[in-house]
């Protein structure tokens, strides 16, 4: 299993922005399908974005559509999740994962790879 390294998590006021980093240990994303998912208290697991390998496709839950970008940084080898209009329902480990595939999905079943997460608080 390979290592996957979040960062970037924090408190933010509702509507602020936050912008997560998620990068592998020892290899490079670039040829992984990456993906978000983050677990709410009491709550199941859910996916929030993905990323295709190299210059993939994405997606988005409805949840998130309009507020938040995934996009990869070539240069620093690392996907990041930018999060804006933050919502207290945003509150909630956020987790990377990733697979060896080009096709990303929001399906945490699918990923054998995971980090361990940050946490992204949004008090109401």
């Known amino acids: 299993q390979l290592q996957l390294v979040e960062s970037g998590g924090d408190e933010v006021q509702p509507g602020g922005s936050l912008t997560l980093s998620c990068a592998g240990s020892?290899?490079?994303?670039?040829?992984?399908?990456v993906a978000w998912f983050r677990q709410a208290p009491g709550k199941e697991r859910e996916g929030v974005s993905c990323?295709?390998?190299?210059?993939?496709?994405?997606q988005y839950a409805d949840s998130v559509k309009g507020r938040f970008t995934i996009s990869r940084d070539t240069a620093n080898k690392r996907v990041h999740l930018q999060m804006n209009s933050l919502k207290p329902d945003d509150t909630g480990i956020y987790y990377c994962?990733?697979?060896?595939?080009?096709?990303?999905?929001?399906?945490?079943?699918?990923?054998?790879?995971w980090g361990q997460g940050t946490q992204v608080t949004v008090p109401s």
């Open positions: 020892g290899f490079t994303l670039d040829y992984y399908a």
């Open positions: 990323i295709g390998s190299g210059v993939g496709t994405t």
């Open positions: 994962a990733a697979e060896s595939v080009h096709v990303c999905k929001l399906m945490s079943d699918y990923y054998p790879n």
